[in-house]
């Protein structure tokens, strides 16, 4: 199924401002959840996703 059968879920998405990432995260998504902290996912089965990094903007900076 996709997002726009679901109405519910995108409106949740775009209130969230979910947005996809790029570079080393491209297949990954971010949203805020304040001002300070970001929640990196990445979608997995149709019901599924799986939060991969919870923090502030150093989340997105690759680790050496």
Known sequence: PQVAE????????????????KGVLKNCHSFSVNYRFR???????????HI???GNH???RPTA
């Open 39 to 49: 929640i990196v996912f990445s979608y997995g089965s149709k019901n599924d996703v």
């Open 58 to 60: 150093e989340i997105y």
């Open 6 to 21: 679901f109405p519910a879920l995108h409106d949740a998405i775009e209130k969230l401002k979910v947005h996809k990432l």
């Open 52 to 54: 991969l990094s919870v």
